[in-house]
């Protein structure tokens, strides 16, 4: 159960970098929203991160709770923020999943 916590507040740290970015390129009340937005995710990640721990090992669960915050941010990145999706990009994005699988399944 605590694995779905830790893939569930890493889900919300995709959202917190979402609405940071979206804050960005908004201004006024809107802005408001979104870095309301942010404070929301952030809390809901970090409770759900540290319920995720009470079982999990810390370095394997921030590990992956951390990985997979990056790979959510980059994919939202290229296709919300049109951010480029270079060869070498892509690729190195592919070895973090890999290493996210990897301590998954070493982890006991």
């Given amino acids: 159960m605590n694995w779905i916590f830790l ?3 890493s889900l919300f740290e995709i959202l917190f ?9 908004t201004s006024g009340v809107e802005s408001y929203g979104w870095y309301a937005g942010v404070l929301v995710a952030l809390t809901l990640s970090m ?8 079982t999990l090992p810390i ?7 951390t990985g ?12 919300i923020f049109k951010e480029p ?5 892509l690729f190195f994005l592919f070895t973090l999943i ?11």
């Fill in 98 to 108: 890999t290493s996210i699988i990897g301590l998954k399944v070493v982890s006991h």
């Fill in 68 to 79: 997979i915050g990056a790979v959510g941010t980059v994919i939202v990145g290229i296709c």
């Fill in 17 to 25: 970098t979402l609405c940071l970015g979206k804050a960005k390129t």
């Fill in 47 to 54: 409770i759900l991160l540290v319920k995720a721990t009470q």
């Fill in 59 to 65: 370095g394997t669960a921030y590990a992956v709770w």
């Fill in 7 to 9: 893939i569930i507040a």
């Fill in 85 to 89: 999706s270079s060869f070498w990009r």
